[in-house]
């Protein structure tokens, strides 16, 4: 689809079609279309960004750029600002994970951060795409307390470098 298209360009392979992110993550909506081989328009894009039910993109205040939220593998500095977490969060996986999980504690794998959920239920969804969902839970003020950055996506994805497993349980 398109806005898996958009997905993989703004955060994974912005190679495949020739365009550069900037330090921050953004491009031209107009090289974004140009470069497309046709399977963007202007008015595509700025619709996906509206409606996209994940609110994965973010157009520039002059409306001129575009960027993914968050879910980025390639090097961006969103600007984001460290902030204090809810005491819990949440990071829904697959079972065949948890071993590894629970052993090595949660790491960024290829994107820049380990993404936790805000609740159980995003959770489940996130541990659905790779199997047999099972979620964990985050003790994230203690981990706030223990010198842990987290940061949070402009559409609602805690962001953190890793967890380590102490602070994690999984849920019942
Ligand atoms: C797992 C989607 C073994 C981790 C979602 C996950 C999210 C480990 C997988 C965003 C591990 C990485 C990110 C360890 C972590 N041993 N497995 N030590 N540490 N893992 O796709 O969090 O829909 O890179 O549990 O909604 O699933 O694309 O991360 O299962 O917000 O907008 O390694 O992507 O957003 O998988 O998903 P991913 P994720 P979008």
Known sequence: ???KFMSLVLRH???TIGIELDAEGWVAVA?????SGGKLTDGLVRQIVRDNEKQRFALSEDGLDIRANQGHSVVVDLGLSAIKPPERLFHGTATRFIASIMDQGLKPGMRQFVHLSPDQETAIKVGQRHGKPVVLNVDAGALHS???SFYVSHNGVWLIGSVP????SVAD
């Open 13 to 15: 392979r912005p190679d």
């Open 1 to 3: 689809s398109a806005s």
């Open 31 to 35: 090289e974004l279309v140009e470069k």
């Open 146 to 148: 223990d010198g842990g």
């Open 165 to 168: 497993a102490r602070y994690l």
